[in-house]
Structure formats: structure tokens, C-alpha cells
T-cell receptor
Framework: AQSVTQLDSQVPVFEEAPVELRCNYS??????LFWYVQYPNQGLQLLLK??????LVKGINGFEAEFNKSQTSFHLRKPSVHISDTAEYFC?????????????????FGQGTILTVHP | NAGVTQTPKFQVLKTGQSMTLQCAQD?????MSWYRQDPGMGLRLIHY???????DQGEVPNGYNVSRSTTEDFPLRLLSAAPSQTSVYFC???????????FGNGTRLTVT
């Protein structure tokens, strides 16, 4: 079975500073990787996803993530954060169709990282 | 476009009571699922459905039942509520494999 570890439970950062949220995964078969964001009292929204191809994936709101197969990582980055980026971020994986996956919906999530941007 | 609608938003139950969390989507998605979110544990899959009449267990199914009689609706039933079921519950849906997962806004459940 696959698993996801988000290495930081909380990340405080000042506005306009760069940020990296770390995610490592474990799987014996091929997976797709995702980052979701959850604003207070809301559901989750998709930030970006890695399916195949270029290992650098760009998402919404200026975020990007890099898939590193050798290190089994999928870290999320933003070069300059805003107050509005304050939220909880979740890394998630699902099996590829080749590995027996049936849907993007059957995700395994990490524990979440709370990003707090200070003025 | 409403997307995924969950009701109620908040609920307080006493131990042993039963209730149904409602979930409806208007996007004609085949795939629907229920997750629970607990602090420090991320989201964990309770049950999921790949189409009307088809359901299966996720990671933490004990104490919950589901059914899928229509494409639109996927209710989650708590048979006999326990304090360990205090959580925030999210319903989600998705279309074909290359489409993202859409989440509802959640139901915050407290069991006393």
C-alpha cells in the first residue's frame, strides 16, 4: 500500500519570502501525485498534479512542485508568498491505471502542513 | 453550478444515536467518496463508490454504512455514534480518470 509523509506539520513564513512544503511518498508501484489546499472552513481544492512527463509541475496561485522519483519526493514551492496563502496544504497519491488504480478520487493523503504567512 | 453539497454543516450527537450525512453532486460524476479529517492525520477514506449500485470500503469503514442508489447522491450513515467518530467529514466526487476530485465544504460532527 502507498503512504505519504509531510515532513513539517507547521511552516511559518513572512510575506514575500519563498516557501517549500515537503512531501515524501512510499509505493512499490507507479503513482500519481497531487497537492491540495484547504482554506479555513472550506473543502479542499486542487493546486496541481503530476501524472507524467516533465517533473516540474506548475499549478494555480503561483505554486509549483517537482517530482523526484529517486528520492520519492514531491515538494511544493512558491517563490514569494502572500498573506492569502495562509492555509493547510495536503500532499496525496493514487495508483496509476497501470498499477491498478481506478480513479483519481481514491487518494491517500499526508497529514497536512499548516502554512502561516505573517506580515 | 452547486458542485458537491453536504448537509448538515454541523451536528452534535449523543453516544449511540444514529444519523445520516447527506451528499449530493450535480456534475454527473461516477466516482464519489467519503473522507474524515482529524488533526494531524490528514484525510482518511471511509467508503467510496464507482457508480450507482457499487460501493466499497476505504481505509476506515468501521461504524459507517453507505449506499448509492442514484448517480447524484451518496449518503453516509453512522449506525451507533461513538466519541471516536467526532471529526470533520468530507464528501468528494470526480469524473473520468483525468479529472480532479471536487470536495464539499464538510460536516463537522461532535459525538458526546
Amino acid at each position: 500500500a502507498q503512504s505519504v509523509t509531510q515532513l513539517d506539520s507547521q511552516v511559518p513564513v513572512f510575506e514575500e519570502a519563498p516557501v517549500e512544503l515537503r512531501c515524501n511518498y512510499s509505493s512499490s508501484v507507479s503513482v500519481y501525485l497531487f497537492w491540495y489546499v484547504q482554506y479555513p472552513n472550506q473543502g479542499l481544492q486542487l493546486l496541481l498534479k503530476y501524472l507524467s512527463g516533465s517533473t516540474l509541475v506548475k499549478g494555480i496561485n503561483g505554486f509549483e512542485a517537482e517530482f523526484n522519483k529517486s528520492q520519492t519526493s514531491f515538494h511544493l514551492r512558491k517563490p514569494s508568498v502572500h498573506i492569502s496563502d495562509t492555509a493547510e496544504y495536503f500532499c496525496a497519491v493514487t495508483l496509476t491505471p497501470h498499477a491498478g488504480g481506478t480513479s483519481y478520487g481514491k487518494l491517500t493523503f499526508g497529514q497536512g502542513t499548516i502554512l502561516t504567512v505573517h506580515p | 453550478n452547486a458542485g458537491v453539497t453536504q448537509t448538515p454543516k454541523f451536528q452534535v450527537l449523543k453516544t449511540g444515536q444514529s444519523m445520516t450525512l447527506q451528499c449530493a453532486q450535480d456534475m454527473n460524476h461516477e466516482y464519489m467518496s467519503w473522507y474524515r479529517q482529524d488533526p494531524g492525520m490528514g484525510l482518511r477514506l471511509i467508503h467510496y463508490s464507482v457508480g450507482a449500485g457499487i460501493t466499497d470500503q476505504g481505509e476506515v469503514p468501521n461504524g459507517y454504512n453507505v449506499s448509492r442508489s442514484t448517480t447524484e447522491d451518496f449518503p453516509l450513515r453512522l449506525l451507533s455514534a461513538a466519541p471516536s467518530q467526532t471529526s470533520v467529514y468530507f464528501c468528494a466526487s470526480s469524473g473520468p480518470y483525468n479529472s480532479p476530485l471536487h470536495f464539499g465544504n464538510g460536516t463537522r460532527l461532535t459525538v458526546t
